[in-house]
């Protein structure tokens, strides 16, 4: 039977509603989450680290550094056939994306929650589980790089986003799509996207603000993270990465402050492109030093520009690191 290392963080997969105050709360421990799951004893030998029991918001970079270590660490035994780590499905997008950032290896790393949580007739959990463990064991899981699976659905860690509040079909993978599923007849995959280029394990720079566009809105926020001397700026801007044209000034003396500016974009699918040229417009983005994203969302890119500046890229480094990695 192959062996699966089982991760546990928390999340609406671990969480019961409490009676007392009727709202669902982190309460199923590591070892209690694997014995309600009987089936999985069929798919893998499992081991078990409980990692944390917290809802996925509070999770932040540093932890999910501190989580990357552990699971390189797993992955490093010859043993361990593949890793699973159940976490809340709020920021499960990130965490994936940053371990794939962080860990190379050819074990397939996968990551699952839940959109019911346990005390809810219903529950999507157990299924998740079961499919996150067979993906997992999955010889052609291998190399993949980290992947979520959930709703019989397998996705790469860097296109995967959470579409929807409460749809147990919330996991989409927009301009993208699935690289799998999963089924009564097994785990299909049907697509090998390139490996994320990786970064350093090192712990990632925390003044990294993310700064979403929204028509008419001034550049307060900019001007404040330039007085703040913030570290890096992502600003999600419209379309193919427009932003109003009153940002363009902040964004210049961000720069000129040696503040990178990355630019993504606030629609869930596609690159930003430098084809605009109004005031705001993305080529004069471009011209003022703007980083663009490529496909990475808001989100994402600020934990790419984290570890960056944590591992000490100079800004041509982080050009060329993002433009390898915004796809
Ligand atoms: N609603 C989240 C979940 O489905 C809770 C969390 O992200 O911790 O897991």
């Not at 599923?181 to 090998?192: F, P, W």
Request: include cysteine.
């Amino acid at each position: 039977m192959p062996r699966v290392h089982l991760v546990t963080t928390g999340g609406t997969i671990a969480s019961r509603v409490d009676p007392q105050t009727g709202a669902a709360v982190p309460a199923v421990r590591a070892e209690e989450l694997v014995a309600d799951v009987p089936a999985l004893g069929r798919v893998a030998d499992l081991a078990v680290t409980e990692f944390c029991l917290e809802s996925s918001w509070n999770l932040g970079p540093d932890r999910i550094a501190a989580l990357a270590r552990v699971v390189r660490g797993l992955t490093a035994d010859p043993a361990v056939s593949g890793v699973v780590v159940t976490h809340g499905t709020d920021t499960l997008e990130e965490t994936a994306f940053a371990l794939d950032l962080l860990l190379d290896g050819e074990t397939p790393v996968v990551l699952t929650g839940a959109m019911r949580d346990a005390s809810t007739a219903g529950t999507d959990g157990p299924r998740n589980l079961v499919s996150a463990a067979r993906s997992a064991v999955e010889p052609a899981a291998r190399g993949l790089g980290v992947l979520v699976a959930l709703n019989d659905e397998i996705h790469a860690a860097r296109c995967v986003m959470k579409t929807h509040t409460t749809a147990m079909n919330t996991f989409a993978s927009p301009g993208a799509g699935p690289v799998g599923s999963v089924d009564g007849e097994g785990v299909r995959i049907h697509a090998r996207p390139a490996r994320t280029p990786t970064l350093p394990l090192v712990d990632p720079e925390p003044r990294v603000y993310l700064v979403k566009m929204a028509s008419g809105m001034d550049d307060l926020l900019l001007r404040a993270l330039l007085d703040a001397r913030a570290r890096g700026v992502v600003i999600e801007g419209s379309g193919a990465g427009n932003v109003c044209g009153s940002w363009e000034d902040a964004i210049r003396d961000l720069v000129k402050a040696d503040t990178p500016v990355v630019l993504s974009s606030r629609c869930p699918g596609g690159r930003v492109t430098p084809t605009y040229g109004a005031p705001g417009g993305g080529r004069r983005l471009r011209d003022l030093g703007v980083i663009p994203a490529g496909a990475l969302s808001g989100p994402k890119a600020r934990l790419a520009l984290m570890f960056a500046l944590g591992a000490g890229l100079d800004a041509a480094g982080l050009r060329a690191y993002l433009e390898r990695l915004g796809g």
